[in-house]
Structure formats: C-alpha cells, structure tokens
C-alpha cells in the first residue's frame, strides 16, 4: 500500500515537472521569437489577416513592381483605417456601422483597382515610366477619347504638354472608374434595403449609412463634373501659362478647394500645402521611375550569371522598392487628409 502510494506520488510531481517544463520551453519560445523580432505562422506584411490574403493575392498576379508597391500603399492606409476603427468600436462608438460600412467600401475599390474582384472585365490602369506614350491604350470613355483627339491635332500643344494632358485624362479616367465601383456597392445595398419589411431602429441606422455614401457619391461626382469642364476647356484652348500646379491629383484638389466655404486666408493657406504636396508626389514618382528601371536592369543582369553584380543591384533594388512604398503611403494620407478638409467645406455650403 505504501509502494502504491509513492509510485502515485511520483507520477504526479513527474507529470507536475512536465507541465512546467513545457510551460517554460513554451514561454521561452514566445519570448524568442519576440525578442528576434520573428513573425508568428499567422504574421504577415500587415497587422490585418484580409489585408494579408490580398497582398498575398496580388503577389501571384505578376503586378509590375510600381504597381505592387502602389497596392501597398493602399494597403497600408486600409490597416491605418481598420486599426483606428478597432479601437474606436472597442470604446462603444460607430453604433451606426458608418465607419465599418466605408472601410468595406474602400477595400472594395482597392480590389476593383487592382483586378482583384474577380471580375473577367476588370482592367488595371498602369503606370509605365518608361515606355512614355498613349499607343494600345484607351479612355473607355467616347467623350473624353474625342477630346483627347482633337487636342493631339489642334496643334496647340507641345509634346511636354501633350504629355501632361495624357496624364490628366488618365486620371479622369480612374476617377470615374472609382465612382462607379462606389455606385454599384451603394446599389447592392439599396436593393437588400428596399427588400426589407417593417422598418425598425436598425433600418434607420441603415438610412443614414446610405445618406453617407450618398454624399460621398454627390463629392466623387462633382469632382468627376469639375474634371471634365477642366479637360474640355484645356483640350480648346491649351494650356494656361500662369497655371500653379502640374499634377491632376493637386489640380483637382485645387478646383474643389476654391468652391469650398473657406476664407481667403484659409484658401491662401490652402494654395501654400497643396505646393508642399505636389512636391512631395514628384519625389514619389521619381522614386516609381527609378524602381522600374532598377527591375528592368535587374532581368537584363540576370541573365549574365554575374553574380557579385545581381546581387549589388538587388540591395538597391530593395532599397527602391521599400523607400518607394514609404513615398507612397506619405502621398495617400497626406492626400486622405486634404481630400477630407475640402469635402467639409463642401459640405458647409450646403447646410
């Protein structure tokens, strides 16, 4: 009985030393990965695990490095915005869904951008920095494919110029194709909302999350209004010579700001941030045109089997890609925050 009795007492201090040896091998296992800075098996390139699957998605598109580095970009001011949302659901706020139901908005047209949506008929705009021109590509548009044929025989434009404008009706282009990604969400919705029966508490709430992204339609589509006025006077009449600024992003910033409620002094303040922003977007295509060139020169290396020079023009490779997402990111929030302040002004006139 006494025998009994010990090998029972054993067992359980073994069992007990068991326990706490791997609870040790297993905090010490956390504890390395933390301090190697190691990424968990569910880690990833960014801190949301969707965000993750459409990274790792777009790596098997064959994207071009400028437009990888781009998605990034988004990215990356998705997570900003899933984050700020997480902390603010945490503290009781957003009852209404407004923010959740723009965060799926957003996603929705950075897949839609990008190809991703599964759509056989999705087109990705690029970007090519290298191949300048307009050949094998198109508007979609017949409107602004008639304007940009007859600026490219009016003669009014030098090739700088007509470069610039090519630029400008790109960028026409993807804005409307934003909005239209937008609508047809705003639709989806609006169909499974005239389908329901009873109105309730939560039904209004519904309401005022459509009215939001009504207004964020009126904007996208008074903008695209604004757009096109713009490209037909220029297309007529040709350049100003005393314009400010050259990018359509800032150009189109510009316009809105100008029929926003600000004062003179806040418009003048205005004009002054948007000069530092176009700056800051010429650096960042800078960097996408030498990224370009660094992985064309990386194909053309490889194939020479020198490998002390593959791998030197890797690190700069990496270097390029890594500063030109940093750039990227910098561009979208700094054009995040201005895009938000107009639209307050806009909204302000209307009250």
Known sequence: ??????????????????????????REANEGLAAAGAKRPEAGEFRVLKLNQVWEKAQRLHLSPVKLAELHSDLKIQERDEISWKKMKAEGLDEDGEKEAKLRRNLNVIMAKYGMDGKKDSKLVDTNYIKDGTEGDTLDDPRLEKLWSKAKSSGKFSDEELDKLWREFKHHKEKIREYNILLETVSRTEDIHKNVINPSEENLVKEEILHNKHRELKDKLRSINQGFERLRKVSHQGYDTTSEFEEPRVIDLW????????????????????????????????????????????????????????????????????????????????????????????????L
């Open 255 to 350: 316009d809105m700001a100008k029929s926003a409620n600000f004062t003179e002094k806040e418009l003048e303040s205005f004009r002054e941030e948007l000069k530092h922003f176009e700056a800051k977007i010429e650096k960042h295509q800078h960097y996408q045109k030498q990224l370009e060139i660094s992985h064309e020169k990386l194909k053309h290396i490889e194939g020479t089997g020198d490998k002390d020079h593959l791998n030197r023009n890797k690190e700069k490779y990496a270097m390029l890609e890594e500063k030109t997402k940093e750039l990227g990111y910098k561009v979208k929030k700094h054009l995040q925050d201005l895009s938000s302040r107009i639209s307050q002004g806009l909204q302000h006139n209307e």
């Open 1 to 26: 009985m006494a025998a009994a009795q010990s090998l029972a007492a054993l067992g359980a201090a073994l069992l007990l030393a068991a326990c706490v040896q791997a609870g040790k091998y297993s």
